[in-house]
Structure formats: C-alpha cells, structure tokens
C-alpha cells in the first residue's frame, strides 16, 4: 500500500536521480531494503504480507498498476515483475525506485532471494538475487500518517475513526488494520481481494496489549474486498488506564512495530444537535441528541422508566441538564444520548451537563426559537422523509420498507402526515417532562411553509401530538412522478435539504 503523496514523492525522486532518458543505455534494477508495508521494518516479511521493494533503476517509469477486473493485482506492471523465491509477486505500483507488492501466499518460510524484473529496448533486465527471510507471522500496524509510528489506524463500529479527540473507552470495542497474521482459512491466493463470504479468518489468534494490558480479541481476519489487509477487532478491559497507550499485536510469537499508540479517553461531548436535522440549534421541548464519549454505561430506553405521566430524567444514573434544568431522557449508549430540551424561554448559548457515574462533562449549545427537523427513514442513507397516507401506510417507494410493512407513493391531492421537531411553541402549551398524546397546534402557524417538489403544499394541521414530535397534515401538490424534495420553513429556518417522498400518480 502506499499514499498518493508517496507515489508522487517517490516518482520525484526517481527523475531527479537520473531515470533513464534517450541515448542513455537501461541499466539493471538494483535492490536496496524490502520492507514491510506497514511497520517499515525488514525483518518483518511473511507469505502473503504486502512489502515495499526500494532501490534503484526498477522501472522506466511510475505505474498504478491496474487490477483485473475480479480485482486480482497482477503480476506485471510497466514491463515489471517481481519474484520471490521464483514464485511471481503480485504489484499494486511500480516508480523508478520504489514497488509495492504482496509476497507470494504460496511462499515457504525461511531464508530465500527477491528477483526484480523490467523490459527495456528490447532486452530483459533482472536485479542480482536480493537475500531476505520469510517469517510465517509479520504483524505490522497501519498508522494515521503512514509513518508506522504514532497513531494507530482504527475504527469503532460505526465507522467513525479513532483519534485524540475521539478516543476509545475502558470496556469498548474497536478495530485496527494491521499486515503479516499469517494463514488464513479460507486461504486467499496471492493478488485476490479478500472474500465478504466467508470472512478469512486467521489461524493463529493475535495477541493485542494496550498499556500492558491484555485485550479480549473478538476478531481477527482479512478485511473483505481488500487485498491482505487484517482487521483486528478487540475490546479493551475495563480497567484500562486512560492516556496515549502503547498498542503492541503479538502473532506467531512475533510482536508489532513498537512506537505506535492508541488513544484512551475519558467521556466527552462532541455535538449537540436537533434529533431529526442534526442541525446544533436545540429548541425548547424539542428532541435533542448528545453525542460524544462515554457518556453512559449501557444502552437503553426508557421502556419501563415512566411513571404515570411523568418521563424519566434519569437512565442508569445517568443525568442530562440543559440550561440547568434536569431533561427528560429517552434513550442512552456510551456514544449518544436523546433527551427532551426542557421548557425554557431562554435564546442563545446555554450549558449542557451530562452526568453519570464516572463524572461529568459539559459543552455549550444554541437554544434557538426554531430550528425545525423532519424525522428520515433510515435506509438509503436517510434519503426519504417519514410520512403516512390517512389509513396509517407508510409513504415510501417500492422497496424501500421491508415487504411485512404496508407502503405506498404518494399520489396528488393526497393527504400525508409528516413528522419533526424543533418547530417552537404551541397553544395550548405542552410542558416538557410528560406523556402527551392529542392535539396543540402551533402558536403561529402562518409562519410555517411547507414545499414539495418546490410548490407549496396546504397544511391542514401543524402541531405537536406527542413528546417533542410534531405532526403536519399537508396536500401532496399537482406533481410528476418521480422523488420530490420536502422542505418545512418555520420564522427564516429551514429542515434539512435533499429529502424526499416518492410520488406515482
């Protein structure tokens, strides 16, 4: 693997050191250092892990060498080709000093030779044997900067990457990248992306140590539709310490590069944003979510927590006060927290305090009059607003909901229900902090627009009919078929853009 600015890099300095140009005799490829590709280290090379070949005159010029179209790396790349041990090496890129390619699979262990070869004029150019060793286990991490030092290349399990403003907890989960674990089942032959499924899982089971402390492995194999790249998810115990923690793999009895770190942290808030828009405004008895780190020791919603018509202000000694006041909470996890912003009449920057047993952490947030959001379905990539025909169906195109649930598109002239939050005050006031359930229409619903497909839709009835969730019954407007972009405007604000319903006539 190598970075672009790498690739140009060393493009660079392959010109500057004298690539072979007109009236010049091509030369024989000469072999410096082969590496690992994520630890740099020469001493740790195995059957299958990707290297890095480095010397001088390997090629006529710089290649991103192309892949089958199954997505094999091939053999030969710009007239070059590499062999270890007389087995072919697949390329993934080719410089005038530099190659990337993953050692043969099939490779035996032990001490054997690297042959570098290029066409040039006509004629075959071959490197002298270049001496390495073969180890059945090259552990090497993947760093943020490629440097092979510093910061670990990780994830958590939505995605999201590791880093000091996002660090992993005690007890959680997460997963970094890693070359050279060794045998595989089932095994990938040598330029193959990796197999979705199965997983290629490894035969030897790493070792992970965070600070010294042992890690429970949760698994350990070839990222699928990747070529020989491990993923290691583990979990770390409980009692890690927290700080900029040495992470060491160990495999085969073979440890990872030292001088990389994993960042451990304590909670923290990194956002605070309207439940339906993720826009940062937070409105008044609307729905907000907290997002951040550690910010509670389970996951759970209220079920069971209400009491008569009272909402639960606390989750597992988990509290949440917005301007001071304790909020309503509706669910939590370590990485996010809803709750109910609690009546206030207060605009403009107001404190937020999570509280749980470990502590407490506090960020600031923008209480606005309004700052509307309609509720998405999730598939899609929260492509399509949530909304409901009359007789209780769901508005969604075909496919777009499990077979089990009743949809239908839209037609003109129908009447659908939408769903938001964020869209201000109401009369008869609903006081934040209790079960409601009717009808209390918006204080000044001559401010609200709502568009579809860019025409303006009649709006029966706009107002809260639960906690926090406001209700719009609209007339779907004279539209074409196809998906049309719905936008609320309530006093200058506007929902989120880019959202639809499907409409069939």
């Given at each position: 693997?190598?970075?672009?600015?790498e690739?140009?890099?060393a493009?660079l300095?392959g010109?500057?050191?004298?690539?072979p140009?007109?009236?010049?005799?091509?030369?024989?490829?000469?072999?410096?250092?082969v590496v690992n590709?994520a630890?740099?280290?020469?001493d740790?090379l195995?059957?299958?892990a990707?290297?890095?070949?480095?010397?001088?005159?390997?090629?006529?010029?710089?290649?991103?060498?192309v892949?089958?179209s199954d997505?094999?790396?091939p053999?030969?790349?710009g007239?070059v080709?590499?062999s270890?041990?007389?087995?072919?090496?697949?390329?993934?890129y080719?410089?005038p000093?530099?190659?990337?390619?993953?050692?043969?699979v099939e490779?035996?262990p032990g001490?054997?030779t690297l042959v570098v070869?290029?066409?040039?004029?006509?004629?075959?150019?071959?490197?002298?044997?270049?001496?390495?060793?073969?180890?059945s286990h090259?552990p090497?991490?993947?760093t943020?900067?490629?440097?092979?030092?510093?910061?670990?290349?990780?994830?958590f399990?939505?995605?999201?990457l590791?880093?000091?403003?996002?660090p992993v907890?005690?007890?959680e989960?997460a997963?970094i990248?890693a070359?050279?674990?060794?045998?595989?089942?089932?095994?990938?032959?040598?330029?193959?992306?990796?197999p979705?499924?199965p997983v290629?899982?490894?035969?030897?089971?790493?070792k992970?140590?965070?600070?010294g402390r042992?890690c429970?492995?949760l698994?350990?194999?070839?990222?699928?539709q990747?070529h020989?790249?491990?993923?290691?998810?583990?979990r770390?115990p409980?009692?890690?310490?927290l700080?900029e923690?040495?992470?060491?793999?160990?495999?085969?009895?073979?440890?990872?590069?030292?001088?990389?770190?994993?960042?451990?942290?304590?909670m923290?808030?990194?956002?605070?944003?309207?439940?339906?828009?993720?826009?940062p405004?937070?409105v008044?008895?609307?729905?907000?979510?907290?997002?951040?780190?550690n910010?509670?020791?389970?996951?759970r919603?209220?079920?069971?927590?209400?009491s008569?018509d009272?909402?639960?202000?606390?989750?597992?000694?988990v509290?949440?006060r917005?301007?001071g006041?304790l909020?309503?909470?509706?669910f939590?996890?370590?990485?996010q927290i809803?709750?109910?912003?609690p009546?206030?009449?207060?605009l403009?920057?107001?404190m937020?305090e999570?509280?749980?047993?470990?502590?407490?952490?506090?960020?600031?947030?923008?209480?606005?009059a309004?700052s509307?959001?309609l509720?998405?379905?999730?598939?899609e990539r929260?492509?399509?607003?949530?909304?409901v025909?009359?007789?209780?169906?769901?508005?969604?195109?075909?496919?777009l909901?499990?077979?089990s649930?009743?949809?239908?598109p839209?037609r003109?002239?129908d009447?659908?229900?939408?769903?938001g939050?964020?869209?201000?005050?109401?009369?008869?006031?609903?006081?934040?902090?209790?079960?409601?359930?009717g009808?209390?229409p918006l204080?000044d619903?001559?401010?609200?627009?709502?568009?579809?497909g860019?025409a303006?839709?009649?709006?029966?009835?706009?107002?809260l009919?639960?906690?926090?969730?406001?209700?719009?019954n609209?007339?779907?407007?004279?539209?074409?078929?196809?998906?049309?972009?719905?936008?609320a405007e309530?006093?200058?604000?506007?929902?989120q853009?880019?959202?639809?319903?499907?409409v069939?006539?």
């Open positions: 693997m190598v970075r672009a600015r690739l140009a890099g493009a300095f010109m500057l050191c004298g690539v140009g007109v009236g010049q005799e091509p030369r024989n490829p000469v072999v410096h250092t590709a630890s740099w280290f020469a740790s195995s059957p299958g990707p290297a890095v070949v480095s010397g001088a005159e390997l090629s006529g010029g710089s290649f991103q060498c892949a089958a997505g094999r790396w053999v030969e790349c007239g080709s590499v270890v041990g007389g087995r072919p090496a697949a390329l993934s080719v410089v000093n530099q190659i990337g390619i993953q050692i043969p490779s035996t001490a054997t070869e290029r066409k040039a004029g006509g004629a075959t150019l071959r490197s002298a044997p270049f001496s390495i060793t073969l180890y090259s090497g991490l993947f943020v900067d490629g440097s092979a030092s510093g910061m670990a290349l990780g994830v399990a939505d995605g999201s590791i880093s000091l403003g996002n907890s005690p007890g989960a997963g990248y070359v050279g674990l060794g045998a595989t089942n089932p095994v990938v032959t040598t330029g193959v992306l990796s979705a499924n290629a899982l490894t035969v030897s089971a790493p992970v140590t965070v600070g042992a429970e492995v698994l350990a194999g070839l990222v699928p990747m020989a790249v491990y993923q290691i998810v583990f770390l409980a009692e890690t310490t700080g923690l040495p992470i060491l793999v160990e495999v085969g009895g073979r440890k990872s590069q030292p001088g990389v770190i994993l960042p451990v942290g304590r923290a808030i990194g956002a605070v944003a309207n439940t339906a828009s993720g826009a405004g937070i008044s008895g609307s729905w907000v979510s907290i997002y951040g780190k910010l509670a020791p389970s996951t919603d209220w079920t069971g927590a209400i008569g009272l909402l639960p202000t606390e989750l597992d000694r509290t949440v917005i301007n006041k909020a309503a909470i509706s939590i996890s370590p990485r809803n709750v109910q912003a009546t206030d009449s207060r403009g920057s107001v937020v999570v509280r749980n047993a470990q502590g407490v952490v506090r960020a600031y947030a923008l209480m606005k309004y509307p959001g509720f998405l379905f999730a598939p929260l492509r399509y607003v949530v909304a025909h009359a007789d209780g169906s769901y508005v969604a195109k075909a496919g909901l499990p077979e649930v009743p949809a239908r839209a003109p002239g009447v659908i229900l939408l769903y939050t964020g869209f201000g005050s109401t009369t008869p006031a609903v006081p934040s902090g209790q079960v409601f359930s009808a209390a204080s619903p001559s401010k609200l627009t709502i568009r579809i860019g303006e839709a009649a709006v029966h009835f706009a107002g009919t639960g906690v926090g969730l406001y209700q719009f609209v007339v779907v407007p004279e539209l074409p078929d196809g998906d049309h972009a719905v936008v309530i006093g200058g604000e506007k929902s853009a880019d959202k639809y319903i499907t069939t006539r």
